[in-house]
């Protein structure tokens, strides 16, 4: 375990119903860094990320955090939201919760583009009945990444967002790097972990093991391209 990371786990293991769902989870994110999670539906990603939150208690392990645990803001993977409810009202109850003023979404959005700043003007004032799930899921990305914290866990942020979208999420998150914040993210698009992470991890079977380039991946792997690793170590015995 690093003593300059902002978030580490030793060891970390979660049993549920005799089921190992996570043996040993060995991960690190340092501080101003930029880290990503590989796994197949069903290995055990989003626990692990409930875990770091608080949400569940490991049954294994140990987990060090560097920062209280109202520094960290956690994105889920499944967003619901009532369809009465318009998503300026979602934004305002997040930022009481968390107890942030809105001047900070503001500031936020009004780093964005103008197509983007519009595009969020609209759907500040709509309700969550008239807007696509991926719409949806850029609001709610955006609100959280207004949150003043030290550690960002995002369980795939991306999912469901048109590319264009995708790639202004990306910008912010570079930014929240340079200013020292540390990332968390999970992803099934293999590219957003060569192109954007300082090193990453694969879960399989309950156990991570560190990348810290797409390269190495490849050719741990013997794969031709990302994508091909992904699937050869899921399904390989590579360790």
């Not at 626990?47 to 392990?61: E, N, P, V, Y």
């Not at 264009?164 to 957003?192: D, P």
């Not at 391209?225 to 992904?230: G, I, K, N, R, V």
Request: with cysteine; net charge negative.
């Amino acid at each position: 375990m690093l003593v300059d990371a902002s978030l580490a786990t030793e060891n970390l293991g979660f049993q549920h119903k005799a089921r190992n769902i996570l043996r040993a989870v060995d991960i690190d994110v340092h501080r101003g860094s930029i880290v990503g999670l590989l796994g197949s539906n069903g290995a055990g990603k989003t626990t692990l990320f409930d875990i770091l939150c608080g949400l569940k208690t490991q049954t294994a392990g140990t987990i060090t955090r560097n920062v209280p645990p109202e520094r960290v803001a956690y994105l889920t993977q499944v967003i619901t939201i009532p369809d009465a409810l318009r998503l300026g009202e979602l934004a305002e109850l997040v930022q009481g919760i968390a107890k942030c003023s809105g001047s900070a979404l503001d500031e936020l959005v009004g780093k964005l583009g103008s197509r983007e700043r519009e595009r969020f003007a609209t759907l500040y004032g709509r309700r969550a009945a008239g807007c696509s799930y991926g719409e949806k899921r850029w609001f709610v990305f955006l609100t959280v990444l207004s949150i003043d914290a030290d550690i960002y866990i995002l369980d795939e942020p991306t999912a469901g967002v048109d590319p264009e979208y995708a790639v202004y999420m990306w910008r912010i998150l570079q930014t929240l790097r340079a200013n020292g914040k540390s990332v968390l993210f999970s992803t099934h698009h293999v590219s957003e972990i060569a192109d954007h992470c300082d090193y990453f991890y694969f879960l399989k079977d309950g156990i991570t093991r560190k990348f810290q380039t797409g390269r190495e991946f490849i050719s741990v792997t013997g794969a031709l391209s990302l994508d091909d690793a992904f699937v050869k170590y899921a399904i390989a015995d590579l360790d």
